[in-house]
């Protein structure tokens, strides 16, 4: 597996990083304005976390398009290193970032969910998503 193909998917693994902590900034600060009833500043944020989201899922594109460059079995690999759950240990420097930067991202949607999921109950106790 060529390194310059790894230091590519790491790139945009980095840009999906950035939006997820933005992402979940921004899930917290509603969280914060919620509490002060703040409506108007609600449908802000919500507006702003989904522009957020829309640029994760063109770096999630754009990952998946560098993986289709791969073999199966090398895209299958670097595919569990982004997501955290790779069994094999990562075979190169390159390799290792790849699979830290995926369990960064992993740990991030993690505190992400659990705030919102704090957030729903809240606003909508029995009717909301998590239940």
């Known amino acids: 597996m060529e390194d ?3 230091v590519e998917i790491l790139k945009e693994m980095q840009k999906k990083y950035m939006c997820i902590v933005e992402i979940e900034r921004i899930t917290r600060e509603m969280g914060d304005v ?4 703040d409506r108007e500043s609600v449908q802000m944020l919500l507006g702003m976390r989904q522009d957020e989201m829309n ?3 063109v770096c999630i594109r754009n990952i ?5 460059a791969l ?3 090398d895209s299958s690999q670097v595919r569990e290193w982004l997501n955290g759950d790779g069994d094999r240990n990562p075979d190169s420097p390159m390799a290792t ?3 830290e930067k995926g369990m960064s991202i992993k740990l991030a949607l993690k505190r992400t969910i659990e705030a919102d999921r704090h957030i ?5 106790g029995k009717d909301s998503y998590y239940q």
Do not use: F, G, I, V
């Open 71 to 73: 073999s199966p079995e």
């Open 4 to 6: 310059s193909m790894l």
């Open 55 to 57: 640029k994760a899922d």
């Open 64 to 68: 998946e398009y560098l993986l289709s």
């Open 34 to 37: 919620l509490s002060r009833n």
């Open 120 to 124: 729903s109950m809240r606003l909508s």
């Open 97 to 99: 970032k790849l699979a």
